[in-house]
């Protein structure tokens, strides 16, 4: 069955602290793996990764696949209260169009 | 440029009955997207219509109805409501079918069935 598996499920933080966030799959015939920020409406796109070990960085945010151990890690440096949101990880899957699969996410809270 | 639309925002619906959710984008996009988001859970692929005239089953199907009525407008029918359809409902649309990562969403139907 295919699967993404999102760590941990929630988590609390203070402003200036760093996150690591987990996202692991397991699909037939991966295509790219996608991270989404949700905050209390629709999900935005943050980064697409297709290849094993090339980091994708914007601003404080940065992300990183690796085919093999079949996993991706977000990491967001210096957090600040407006990184509050639901993170959610998503894997396309199989043949031309392609399917997508999300994970349940993580719930991420910043205090000041 | 208002992006993707739906209509209602906010919905209650009794077992059994009907509605028809709207959503319209104005981006000349060609695939536009049904989703469900359930709480504590990722969101879950409805029907997607990949092209104008073409509609095609996601991951939960069931008890749903779709219909493209021209390039902009993809609404979603649920034809005998049930309370396990209580749900966020989120259109979105992308340029060319499979392009996820240039999905844009819209702002989701709060949906609930008693």
């Known amino acids: 069955e295919d699967k993404v598996v999102q760590s941990p499920l929630s988590l609390v933080v203070h402003e200036g602290d760093t996150v690591t966030l987990n996202c692991s799959y397991e699909?037939?015939?991966?295509?790219?793996l996608l991270w989404y920020k949700q905050e209390k409406k629709a999900p935005t796109f943050l980064f697409m990764l297709?290849?094993?070990?090339i980091e994708k960085k914007s601003g404080r945010l940065s992300s990183i696949l690796d085919k093999k151990e079949l996993f991706s890690i977000l990491n967001i440096t210096a957090t600040q209260t407006g990184d509050s949101a639901v993170y959610l990880c998503?894997?396309?899957?199989?043949?031309?169009?392609?399917?997508?699969?999300f994970g349940k996410g993580t719930k991420l809270s910043v205090k000041p | 440029n208002a992006g993707v639309t739906q209509t209602p925002k906010f919905q209650v619906l009794k077992t059994g009955q009907s509605m028809t959710l709207q959503c319209a984008q104005d981006?000349?996009?060609?695939?536009m997207y049904w989703y469900r988001q359930d709480p504590g859970m990722g969101l879950r692929l409805i029907y997607y219509s990949a092209s104008e005239g073409t509609t095609d089953k996601g991951e939960v199907p069931n008890g749903y109805n779709v219909s493209r009525l021209n390039k902009r407008e993809f609404s979603l029918r649920l034809e005998s409501a049930a309370p396990s359809q209580t749900s966020v409902y989120f259109c979105?649309?992308?340029?060319?079918?499979?392009?996820?990562?240039?999905?844009?969403f819209g702002p989701g139907t709060r949906l609930t069935v008693t």
């Open positions: 998503a894997v396309e899957y199989g043949g031309s169009q392609g399917n997508l699969i």
């Open positions: 699909v037939t015939n991966f295509r790219s």
């Open positions: 981006m000349n996009h060609n695939s």
């Open positions: 979105a649309s992308s340029e060319a079918a499979g392009h996820y990562y240039e999905q844009y």
């Open positions: 297709t290849s094993s070990g």
